[in-house]
């Protein structure tokens, strides 16, 4: 019974992986690579992050047959992408170009990332500022004025406290 569920089961799904996978004929060995390194670097209009290679969606099958006739004809990877390019727009290539409508999405991971570097640097240098310089440096930016929240005592006015807070915990 279960070699019976078994050879069911293989049947079926076998079925399932045939369907999926379209056999391309090409007349020349060079346009299956350059077929394949097409729609790898092509992405599906419709699916969120596929590509025509990975995608079934109705319409990456016309796209791959599109791309398959279009280098059938003779036409070199710039011209299909270019085609491709001027119907569905920069979204069609998974790297586009760089120019005047694209030169942020390639300079914002740099950019990114000389700004943490430089959050890291100035946190890092002033975690390893010593205190004595901080203090003499504050000290110098600002001269101590009667209004501040920080009033130095005198050692008389800090035994007076002292003597105080031993009163009141006496009592």
């Not at 004595?132 to 005592?153: F, G, Q």
């Given at each position: 019974?279960?070699?019976?569920?078994?050879?069911?089961?293989?049947?079926?799904?076998?079925?399932?992986?045939?369907?999926?996978?379209?056999?391309?004929?090409?007349?020349?060995?060079?346009?299956?690579?350059?077929?394949?390194?097409?729609?790898?670097?092509?992405?599906?209009?419709?699916?969120q992050?596929?590509?025509?290679?990975?995608?079934?969606?109705?319409?990456?099958?016309?796209?791959?047959?599109?791309?398959?006739?279009?280098?059938?004809?003779?036409?070199?990877?710039?011209?299909?992408?270019?085609?491709?390019?001027?119907?569905y727009?920069?979204?069609?290539?998974?790297?586009?170009?760089?120019?005047k409508?694209?030169?942020?999405?390639?300079?914002?991971?740099?950019?990114?990332?000389?700004?943490?570097?430089w959050?890291?640097?100035?946190?890092?240098?002033?975690?390893?500022?010593?205190?004595?310089?901080?203090?003499s440096?504050?000290?110098?930016?600002?001269?101590?004025?009667?209004?501040?929240?920080?009033?130095?005592?005198?050692?008389?006015?800090?035994?007076?406290?002292?003597?105080?807070?031993?009163?009141?915990?006496?009592?």
């Amino acid at each position: 019974m279960r070699t019976l569920w078994g050879l069911l089961c293989a049947m079926f799904l076998s079925g399932q992986l045939v369907a999926s996978s379209a056999i391309v004929e090409f007349s020349d060995e060079s346009l299956r690579v350059r077929y394949q390194q097409l729609i790898q670097e092509l992405r599906c209009p419709k699916c969120q992050n596929q590509n025509l290679a990975d995608s079934n969606a109705p319409i990456s099958q016309d796209l791959r047959a599109q791309v398959q006739g279009l280098l059938e004809e003779g036409m070199s990877d710039r011209q299909i992408k270019d085609y491709l390019k001027a119907r569905y727009s920069d979204f069609i290539l998974y790297r586009p170009e760089v120019n005047k409508t694209t030169w942020l999405l390639w300079a914002a991971p740099v950019l990114f990332m000389f700004i943490g570097a430089w959050v890291v640097y100035s946190l890092y240098r002033q975690k390893n500022t010593p205190k004595s310089v901080v203090a003499s440096a504050d000290a110098v930016a600002e001269p101590e004025s009667e209004e501040s929240d920080d009033i130095a005592m005198s050692a008389t006015d800090q035994q007076r406290l002292e003597q105080l807070l031993m009163d009141g915990e006496e009592q």
